[in-house]
């Protein structure tokens, strides 16, 4: 079984920053979960990311990518391979290479909320 606590503390590092600037809904040991304060139709608040230990992985979520699919154009190989779904990245080891890609991905998703008005 991995690690994966320091895997999680590495992506949640990602994360953070952003967890400061927006709403921070949970922050605990296994889980950091950010909304904008952007109310959506339904008054519920647009969700921005996630980083969660699972059984066997660490999930890091993205909503602006599935907002606006374009910003995973470029997107490398080995970090496409990650993905589940449309906006969730999955890792059981710490990958540099990809950590450092998905910080910038995370920095563009902000840019692309801020530029549509959601922070």
């Known amino acids: 079984m991995p690690d994966l606590t320091t895997v999680f503390t590495e992506l949640r590092s990602i994360m953070a920053p952003y967890a400061a600037k927006l709403d921070a809904k949970k922050d605990d040991a296994s889980e950091l979960y950010v909304d904008?304060?952007?109310?959506?139709?339904?008054?519920k608040p647009l969700f921005f990311g996630a980083v969660q230990i699972k059984k066997s992985y660490v999930s890091f979520h993205l909503m602006p990518v599935y907002a606006k699919p374009e910003l995973l154009d470029g997107l490398?190989?080995?970090l496409k391979a990650r993905m589940q779904g449309k906006s969730c990245f999955n890792f059981s080891a710490i990958d540099a290479a990809q950590?450092?890609?998905?910080a910038a991905l995370t920095e563009a998703g902000y840019a692309s909320y801020r530029e549509q008005g959601f922070v």
């Open 36 to 43: 904008t304060k952007h109310l959506q139709k339904n008054k």
């Open 76 to 78: 490398s190989p080995g």
């Open 99 to 102: 950590f450092k890609e998905l």
